[in-house]
């Protein structure tokens, strides 16, 4: 099993419209978790960090449920620009390695 | 600038040749990794150094070496490159911290496109 997973997509959604994205991980230990987005062939850029419970950053928020071992990101009013594909990334922080999910494509449709 | 630097960013090569890819951070951060991006893999893990001359394996360490004589520096050496290597290669950096706090986001350097023909 995977340490991360996320729906692969892609998500075709409308600009304007609100789109959720989950990720499991198979580590308890994690006990940090972020959000990167990554646009074709290009480096993975820090969206979202989530040390606690969750994080709110303008029209995006993560949430974190660990009984249940997942994130989500929600973005809200969808824009053009946030078209790219989301990473999910967790890291024990007892451990030395970050495990990365395989991403999830996004498009925002005029 | 902040900033995570890799060099080269294209690099075509033969099977056999060995090369280096340099990566350099300017964040004092104490840990750096390499990973590399295949389609439908995901990014994968290859070493990370948690400090000076500090490094481990990571997921996919096979025909990869590293090493770590500078907190800034971390390059990444493929002995004998073969074809199976040709990937999307990132440097990354992370750990600060920060009125006792300590932060583990990871900054990405722009990629290194490797072809091994």
């Known amino acids: 099993r995977k340490e991360v997973e996320q729906d692969p997509g892609p998500f075709n959604v409308p600009e304007g419209a609100t789109v959720a994205f989950n990720c499991t991980y198979s580590?308890?230990?994690?006990?940090?978790f972020f959000w990167y987005r990554q646009d074709c062939r290009k480096e993975p850029k820090l969206l979202m960090s989530?040390?606690?419970s969750g994080n709110e950053d303008g029209r995006f928020t993560a949430q974190l449920n660990r009984a249940s071992q997942y994130i989500s990101l929600l973005i809200r009013d969808s824009k053009l620009s946030d078209s790219a594909t989301y990473l999910c990334?967790?890291?024990?922080?007892?451990?030395?390695?970050?495990?990365f999910g395989t991403g999830t494509s996004l498009t925002v449709i005029p | 600038e902040a900033q995570v630097t890799q060099n080269p960013r294209y690099l075509i090569t033969v099977t056999g040749k060995k090369l280096t890819v340099t990566c350099s951070q300017n964040?004092?951060?104490?840990?750096m990794s390499w990973y590399r991006q295949d389609p439908g893999l995901g990014l994968r893990q290859i070493y990370y150094?948690?400090?000076?001359?500090?490094?481990d394996k990571g997921d996919v360490p096979e025909g990869y070496k590293v090493s770590r004589k500078e907190k800034r520096n971390f390059p990444l050496i493929l002995e004998s490159p073969s074809p199976n290597q040709t990937s999307l290669y990132f440097c990354?950096?992370?750990?600060?911290?920060?009125?006792?706090?300590?932060?583990?986001?990871?900054?990405f350097g722009p990629g290194t496109r490797l072809t091994v023909t």
């Open positions: 990354a950096s992370s750990l600060s911290r920060t009125s006792g706090r300590v932060r583990y986001e990871q900054y």
């Open positions: 580590n308890s230990a994690s006990q940090s």
């Open positions: 989530v040390y606690s």
């Open positions: 990334v967790a890291h024990p922080n007892t451990g030395n390695q970050f495990y």
């Open positions: 964040m004092n951060h104490e840990y």
């Open positions: 150094s948690m400090n000076v001359e500090v490094t």
